[in-house]
């Protein structure tokens, strides 16, 4: 049997099932390759479609049709599909902004524990240095004093100052060496960053 559409739109306002089924079943699976082409994903298209259905059914007595019944699925099924596509763009744009704003707060976290471990070992290395040697390198490093402008404030011979701050340096190296990676990996984070 053969349904015009204003008894077809007539049986839905009517809420008659029969004329719902018979509407499913003739369109269902126009709409739903319709849906795959704009989609490209059959279960979301499906959704798109099943929930078209839905809203004819729910919504019957407050829909107006300017058209035929299959021009407004039609438009439906792509208004539908169409949202669907800014809901997940959306979603992913915020995946993706949380995902980066979760990576920098972590790195900086991660950054902000290892300068301070960094900085514990550095000291408890230095105040592990001879007295002498100890001077001449915070001189050298803190001050940042020439090894002449050291030599002349200590009383010392330049030489001395030299071989003082290579006997520091071997030192901290040794100290110091289990943090070598993450010194060079902290580096090349900065770099990154600066590029």
């Known amino acids: 049997m053969e349904f015009t559409d204003t008894a077809i739109i007539q049986l839905l306002k009517d809420r008659d099932e029969t004329g719902f089924e ?7 699976k ?11 994903d059959h279960d979301q298209a499906e959704d798109i479609v099943q929930n078209v259905f839905y809203k004819l059914w729910d919504k ?16 439906a099924v792509y208004n539908e599909s169409l949202n669907h596509l800014k809901h997940k763009k959306v979603r992913r744009t915020y995946q ?3 995902t980066h ?11 902000k524990v290892i300068f301070s471990e960094l900085e514990q070992r550095l000291h408890a290395a230095i105040n592990e240095l001879p007295e002498q040697c100890r001077t001449i390198f915070q001189m050298s490093r803190f001050e940042e004093l ?10 010392i011979s330049v030489k001395t100052v030299e071989n003082q ?21 902290i580096l090349l984070n900065i770099l990154n960053q600066l590029a």
């Open 30 to 40: 126009n709409l739903h390759r319709y849906a795959l082409t704009i989609l490209q």
């Open 96 to 98: 993706t902004y949380v």
């Open 60 to 75: 019957m007595e407050s829909l107006h049709f300017s058209d035929s019944l299959a021009a407004y699925l039609y438009r």
């Open 146 to 155: 020439r090894y002449l402008d050291i030599a002349d404030r200590l009383g």
């Open 101 to 111: 704003t979760m990576k920098d707060q972590t790195d900086g976290a991660q950054r």
């Open 22 to 28: 018979h509407v499913f079943k003739h369109y269902f």
């Open 165 to 185: 701050m290579g006997k520091a340096l071997k030192q901290l190296r040794v100290k110091l060496i289990d943090y070598l990676p993450l010194i060079l990996l």
